[in-house]
């Protein structure tokens, strides 16, 4: 909406204020400013509004507003007066208002910073967490004006309002004046009012999901009058899976007098249906869907499935009409998975829906599954129903214009039905929610992710997301650090899945093998250490082992305390007449069950070889249907520790759409007291040695990863003390200026050692040298000895090329090395020679921080010098980084020996080092405008460290960021 010239001209509509919010039953509803056009839609409003509202907004009977009222509450400056509003189906159903006010409580501008706010919410919609986004938005607003403080009146006996303002978890302070409850809120960010506004994020969206998995009635939208079409196909699917709620048949062309389609109740539009709709599937041509969408969000539908092509996915043209889908969808309040999308599937026995083109439904489990392609959740729901895994969900969303995988995190955190999230992802839309929102999954439950489109550098057609230019190897170890397990393949994804599905973690990396061939042995043995496993020396049970051998061998392995997981490798036996005995699978299958069902609970995988039987067996054992309780991978660190952090992790329970309803079975995971399995037949099989190996590495290094995650790091309590966070805010304004260029500037040598200098990184200076005297004239201010250097950019850190002279003891060898300089390698204009004392020797290594638009701020470290450069062997974390996060970013790189005594040198100071790393990400952290930092080189001796070089990038800071209100995304 575009302001009209009554408004101010210096503020105009700030269309950045307005968001898509998910309210706490799921619903949506859009906030926007309020502007002069909305007067009609003010005092429809008001009209529905109760007495007791308005009387506890007012504080008297107020019954309607007059026109100096509605002036009032619909002309705003957006700095000093600025109203905001809640509207679903264009209308409003609740509305705040600020005035900016000083001291005394009177009307004012800036400097003052503190407002009055006031809410009012149609009672129709109370209780749905409207005022508490309202409050979240209003705020964030507030700060962006430079208003610091919020004041409230508020009646004693509007309990409502007052719990909105107390559980927002901003600093406040209450008191009783004249009757009422004044509050006054501190809008500075508190770790509770963020930890307050991420899990009412989580409650609403994970709701909002729920409403889409377990609907009590679907209509199909596009069912044809003859058999075959997409939507006559959905239809069956969905009565073919026993859905438990109520179906009907949509298709504007029916007759009059048709009755039914394929035995459930046929109408020609979801208002001719006359009884309550929760989901929709659309399966009509793209250009009818808009008048589809209106005729569900008229008549209440919650959510839409969108089968329908011709979106993002075909161009420009695709992508508005993608866009305006979304738009038209959210106005009413609805969700939507696709467009383009295969459908949704809930295995869960009390809903039943098969909601997709898939013909038949998989076995109830407990593996939830996420994909973003048609053909590969095709491919995946096969390969799982093929090797026997039962999933709870299944989700297949297409272009995911609107619900993504950040939305199934949410909800498959505290789902009780789901112990396993598998996502197939080709796009990340907001990558720095997903790697929150995964990091905290993964703490309670394997997130096992395939990422395709890994290399294309752009998005696949119908992504319409930000592209992030970070590397591919920087996005698998942002990853990693969140706890996401991150496969190539879907059947890497399968052969993990099964594996976390169907055992529990395993406490290290010591793998026990057996079997009765000494070849396949070798090679799970070889496997094992290409993989950073510690195997034990294979077990040879010989040809002629039979299945009771094999179930000692397994028994004894699992008892050994000296050994984590357990391998078995099999090949069929041969008769006395050369041919394989193929039904000994069988046999055998019983007997590893036995085996793994009374020893100690510890991860077990069976490698075969052209022993089908042995396979099928195994699948029709390791299903997971019907196995609800806690998972065994999420059961398994709890099991087996004692630290409060690691109950707390545990998600707070609810019987959601995919909960098991058999409260009496039991899963066949690590959740006995006794440390052995309740139940048996979990036992995945693979058909290849090197397939079982990766798969036990991953969960090996995943379950590494939950037991530090049990007890997070910090930072460092001492690093306030050095750091001067205002100062260096007031410098950053100084150095970006009033009108600062949108691209960012590049900081001075000098510029860049001040700002530093602000968060205890001291730079050696580099005094330039235009000339052999001003060499000269810098090293004797210096001292000797000193480091001549070039700075131009194509020499810059390239001591191979000859541009650096170290060591220089007197003024003749300065004067040697200069002319040495300028005659190989250019003129001094060219060069930028630039003089610098030298330093303790040590190891050269490269510190960076940057804000990638998409990821958000990342934190580096490698090695200095092109071997590492060529080889890519740099790390990477999300900031802020923790001391763990530090420790562990200094030695992963693959060359972290030469840091810790590499062929008997002496150690660098990697204290030291992971203290520069704590700083350089706080100050990114502290201050957005540091869109960029390259400390290099930091040279690391055995006793401190030298940083002597640096170059920083300052830009204008984004006007939201993942710490902002809740709001979903649009593209």
Known sequence: ????????????????????????????????????????????????????????????????????????????????????????????????????????????????????????????????????????????????????????????????????????????????????????????????????????????????????????????????????????????????????????????????????????????????????????????????????????????????VVLSAGYAERGAEGRERQRELVRQARSYGMRIIGPNAFGIINTSESVRLNASLAPESPKAGRIGLFTQSGAIGIALLSGLHRRGAGLSAFISAGNRADVSGNDFLQYWYEDQGTDVALLYLESLGNPRKFT???????????????????????????????????????????????????????TEMVDVGLLLAGQPLPDGPRVAILGNSESLGLLTYDACLAEGLRPRPPRDLTTEASPRDFRGALAEALADRTCDAVIVTAIPWVGENGEALTGEGEVLADALREAATTGPAKPVAVVHVEMGGLAQALAAATSTAGQPGPHPA????????????????????????GAATDTTATTGGADAT????????????????????????????????????????????FLDETIDEHATAGL??????????????????????????????????????????????????????????????????????????????????????????????????????????????????????????????????????APSELLGDTAHRLVPATDRDVAELIRSIRAAPVLFGWRGAAPADTAALEELLLRVSRLVDDHPEVVSVALEPVVVATQGLTVLGATVRLAPPPARSDLGPRRLPSY
């Not at 009177?106 to 407002?115: G, T």
């Not at 090996?700 to 995650?709: E, G, I």
């Open 436 to 490: 929150r929102l995964a990091r905290r999954t993964a703490a309670v439950k394997p997130v096992v992710v395939v990422k395709g489109a890994r290399h294309s550098g752009t998005n696949p057609p119908g992504h319409a997301v930000p592209v992030s230019r970070i590397p591919d190897a920087t996005v698998s170890a942002l990853m990693r650090q969140a706890g996401v397990i991150r496969v190539d393949t879907v």
């Open 634 to 657: 999420a059961a398994a660190p709890q099991a087996r520790t004692s630290s409060p952090a690691a109950s707390a992790a545990t998600p707070p329970g609810r019987s959601g759409a």
């Open 732 to 865: 950053i304004e100084t150095l970006l200026g009033p009108d600062p260029d949108p691209r960012g500037r590049p900081l001075t040598h000098d510029e860049a050692r001040e700002l530093l200098a602000g968060y205890g990184v001291p730079v050696r200076p580099a005094l330039p040298a235009p000339d052999p005297e001003a060499a000269v004239a810098a090293a004797a201010e210096l001292g000797y000895p000193v480091a001549l250097k070039t700075t131009a950019p194509h020499l810059r850190h390239r001591a191979d090329l000859g541009g650096v002279r170290l060591d220089l003891v007197n003024e003749n060898a300065l004067r040697r090395a200069y002319d040495e300089l300028t005659e190989l390698l250019g003129t001094p204009a060219e060069l930028r020679p630039v003089v610098q004392a030298m330093v303790p020797r040590g190891v050269d290594t490269v510190v960076r921080a940057s804000i990638d638009a998409a990821a958000g701020a990342v934190l580096s470290f490698g090695l200095a010098g």
């Open 1 to 304: 909406m575009e302001p009209t010239p009554e408004q101010s001209p210096h503020h105009a509509y700030p269309d950045h204020w307005e968001a898509d919010v998910v309210l706490r039953d799921g619903g949506t509803a859009r906030v926007r400013p309020i502007t002069t056009d909305d007067a009609e839609r003010l005092v429809s409003f008001y009209e529905q509004v109760s007495d007791e509202s308005k009387y506890y907004r007012f504080f008297a009977p107020y019954p309607r507003l007059s026109a100096r009222d509605v002036h009032r509450f619909t002309h705003h400056d957006y700095v000093d007066r600025v109203g905001l509003a809640v509207t679903v189906g264009g209308e409003f159903i609740a509305t705040v208002r600020y005035d900016r006010i000083d001291d005394r409580g009177r009307p004012a501008s800036a400097p003052a910073d503190e407002a009055e706010v006031a809410f009012l919410v149609q009672d129709a919609h109370q209780g749905r967490g409207v005022a508490s986004a309202l409050l979240e938005h209003i705020a964030a607003v507030a700060r962006e004006r430079g208003i610091r403080r919020f004041a409230a009146e508020v009646l004693p006996a509007n309990n409502k309002m007052i719990k909105v303002f107390r559980d927002a978890g901003f600093t406040q302070q209450r008191s009783f004046e004249d009757g009422s409850v004044h509050l006054t809120l501190d809008l500075e960010p508190t770790a509770e009012s963020l930890a307050v506004q991420r899990a009412r994020e989580q409650r609403a969206e994970a709701r909002s999901v729920q409403r889409l998995l377990a609907p009590g009635s679907v209509a199909v939208i596009g069912v044809g009058r003859a058999p075959g079409g997409v939507g006559r196909t959905v239809l069956r699917n969905l009565l073919g899976s026993g859905f438990t709620g109520r179906t009907y048949a949509v298709n504007t062309s029916f007759a009059d007098d048709l009755g039914t389609v394929e035995g459930v109740p046929a109408h020609r539009s979801v208002g001719g249906i006359g009884e309550q709709v929760d989901l929709a599937v659309v399966a009509v041509p793209a250009d009818r869907v808009p008048e589809v969408v209106a005729d569900c969000g008229e008549h209440g539908v919650q959510g839409i």
């Open 674 to 717: 006794d440390g052995t399995r309740p139940s048996a037949g979990r036992i995945p099989a693979y058909p290849a040695a090197e397939r079982a190996v990766r798969a036990l590495a991953e969960v090996v290094k995943y379950a590494q990863w939950r037991r530090h995650a049990a007890a997070p790091g910090k930072v460092p309590e």
